[in-house]
């Protein structure tokens, strides 16, 4: 029954893919105001949306709740800030490097999602948390680095690195991207689980909310930023 309705929800969802990838891809390619507009209403939405999560927590004092608002506050801003500041980044020797940057980060995440579904459904295995996300098995989160890895190296390669560079950096940079992706997807199922929702919102037709599409991109995003902040910190 289950599979019945995901093929005929298939038209939606594809219409659905094709609509936010135009208007994503748009946003990015134009850059300037443009790009930022889009991340303010896409961060906006994914507050929207934690809020509501997390107001459907049982349980909640004023305290926790508060706590729980000023937390996401910055989780996702400081996420979508890094994105946003990544795509005016210039580099000599590289045309508009902050677009190759910005959409290295999401065809990373994006390989993480499709090397994790089918390594998952090909090799199966055991899960990693069960209770939490019952489809997320050890076997995805090999093929998530995997895929991720590829990206990388592939597109390191094409940016004239040697081999054996682009492979370690590849490598590294995949493993690294495939296990902050899934720990974000995994701290937004926990978010669904206590509210007791399959998705964060109805917003997108056939693909739940906001949030459950960028789950693991703010969480790249977030520990990038952290990243850059640190070693800012320490060239100081």
Partial sequence: MAEDKKLSDLPTRILSA????????????????????FIIAVSLGVLWEWQALVRAFPGQTAISQ??????????VLFAANT????RTFTEAGMADAGLFYVALIVGTVIAVDVGAYFFG?????????PKISPSKTWAGLLGGAV???????????LQGVHWTGAMQTGWIAG???????????????????????KDSSHLIPGHGGL????????AVCFALGLLHLAVQLLSR
Wanted: aromatic share 12%; glycine share 12%; proline share 1%.
């Fill in 18 to 37: 094709i609509v936010m990838v135009a208007i994503a891809g748009g946003a990015l390619w134009l850059g300037g105001w443009w790009w930022s507009a």
């Fill in 211 to 218: 949030f459950d599409r960028v789950d693991g991109l703010l």
């Fill in 66 to 75: 508060i706590s729980w608002l000023l937390g996401g506050a910055v989780y």
């Fill in 147 to 157: 895929g991720a890895s590829i990206v990388i190296t592939m597109t390191y390669m």
């Fill in 175 to 197: 493993a690294l991207a495939a296990v902050v992706a899934q720990a974000g997807d995994f701290f937004e199922s926990w978010m669904k689980r206590c509210a007791e929702v």
């Fill in 121 to 129: 459904r090909a090799l199966g295995g055991p899960k990693i948390a």
């Fill in 83 to 86: 994105l946003a500041v990544t």
